[in-house]
């Protein structure tokens, strides 16, 4: 078997989290959450990727989820499980990615041979996924794979999602950035949420930002003008470059072929769905 490329295993990744993550910037979630009576956006978000873990409490998601204020967390959980239950928000996720990818994508694409050749090399993929010492990948991995191949493929990069972000929670805590100094240090890279969107949607205050602005500094991660210092690019170069290592296992179950052919499909789809309006304009830079 051939070996990976330096990366292959990140870059098919960023080419599936996109069909993953675009659920929690679409309408249909809340849509089909409504009903139930769950409208806040927080809400909604927790209940469906938090569901399942089953009806855990504010504590747990904190803990899972990691880089969210858990003041935020503790105003919606536990009691969105008396408006839903856990098993009633996974229904309702797969109908909202079911009408979410056909908009997005289009009739044609989802019943393509294009889709469910990627969908069967994703959740090959999964195959080599680990579940031990990773809470949010175990708990999707017991979940039954759809029939349809759209959604066979979404339920596969949910599984590469949460197996990758598993892991890059535990090179998080070795290198001791707390859940607001992980995402601010992100965002300084330029690479994560913009600092608008980091308080809108993980709860964060202005001062909490300062606060973890001035413990980086303390440290030499975060330069007065906002920037990272050398120290602090290295560092974040280090966090990827460990968790690609802890996510590699997928990737070298897969092989070489089948990685650059998995990153081929996923991320034409991934295009398609941004070029549709998956995502905000203004959600990723230092802005």
């Given at each position: 078997m051939m070996s990976l490329p330096a990366r292959a295993g990140r870059h098919?990744?960023?080419?599936?989290?996109p069909l993953h993550s675009a659920l929690y910037f679409a309408p249909d979630l809340a849509k089909e959450l409504r009903p139930h009576g769950v409208d806040h956006p927080s809400a909604v978000y927790f209940a469906g990727r938090a569901a399942p873990l089953g009806a855990v409490g504010a504590a747990t998601v904190s803990a899972t989820f990691y880089n969210f204020r858990p003041e935020l967390v503790a105003r919606h959980v536990p009691r969105v499980?008396?408006?839903?239950?856990?098993?009633?928000?996974?229904?309702?996720?797969?109908?909202?990615?079911?009408?979410?990818?056909?908009?997005?994508?289009?009739?044609?694409a989802l019943t393509s041979p294009e889709m469910t050749e990627a969908a069967d090399l994703a959740l090959r993929a999964a195959e080599g996924c680990a579940w031990y010492g990773r809470p949010l990948y175990a708990a999707h991995a017991a979940l039954p794979v759809p029939r349809e191949p759209h959604l066979r493929l979404w339920h596969a990069a949910t599984l590469l999602r949460e197996h990758r972000g598993d892991g890059h929670l535990a090179v998080l805590l070795r290198e001791r950035l707390d859940p607001l100094e992980a995402l601010v240090s992100h965002t300084a890279s330029g690479h994560g949420m913009t600092p608008s969107w980091v308080l809108t949607t993980r709860g964060w205050t202005q001062q909490d930002w300062a606060g973890a602005q001035d413990r980086l500094r303390r440290r030499g991660l975060l330069a007065a003008d906002g920037e990272l210092t050398e120290d602090g690019m290295a560092l974040r170069k280090e966090i990827e470059h460990e968790t690609d290592r802890l996510d590699l296992a997928p990737y070298e179950h897969l092989g070489a072929d089948g990685v650059q052919r998995l990153t081929e499909l996923a991320g034409a789809f991934a295009l398609r769905a941004a070029e549709a309006g998956a995502f905000p304009a203004d959600l990723f830079g230092k802005g």
């Amino acid at each position: 078997m051939m070996s990976l490329p330096a990366r292959a295993g990140r870059h098919c990744y960023g080419a599936l989290n996109p069909l993953h993550s675009a659920l929690y910037f679409a309408p249909d979630l809340a849509k089909e959450l409504r009903p139930h009576g769950v409208d806040h956006p927080s809400a909604v978000y927790f209940a469906g990727r938090a569901a399942p873990l089953g009806a855990v409490g504010a504590a747990t998601v904190s803990a899972t989820f990691y880089n969210f204020r858990p003041e935020l967390v503790a105003r919606h959980v536990p009691r969105v499980w008396e408006l839903v239950t856990p098993a009633a928000a996974l229904e309702a996720r797969l109908r909202a990615t079911d009408s979410m990818l056909h908009r997005l994508l289009g009739q044609d694409a989802l019943t393509s041979p294009e889709m469910t050749e990627a969908a069967d090399l994703a959740l090959r993929a999964a195959e080599g996924c680990a579940w031990y010492g990773r809470p949010l990948y175990a708990a999707h991995a017991a979940l039954p794979v759809p029939r349809e191949p759209h959604l066979r493929l979404w339920h596969a990069a949910t599984l590469l999602r949460e197996h990758r972000g598993d892991g890059h929670l535990a090179v998080l805590l070795r290198e001791r950035l707390d859940p607001l100094e992980a995402l601010v240090s992100h965002t300084a890279s330029g690479h994560g949420m913009t600092p608008s969107w980091v308080l809108t949607t993980r709860g964060w205050t202005q001062q909490d930002w300062a606060g973890a602005q001035d413990r980086l500094r303390r440290r030499g991660l975060l330069a007065a003008d906002g920037e990272l210092t050398e120290d602090g690019m290295a560092l974040r170069k280090e966090i990827e470059h460990e968790t690609d290592r802890l996510d590699l296992a997928p990737y070298e179950h897969l092989g070489a072929d089948g990685v650059q052919r998995l990153t081929e499909l996923a991320g034409a789809f991934a295009l398609r769905a941004a070029e549709a309006g998956a995502f905000p304009a203004d959600l990723f830079g230092k802005g």
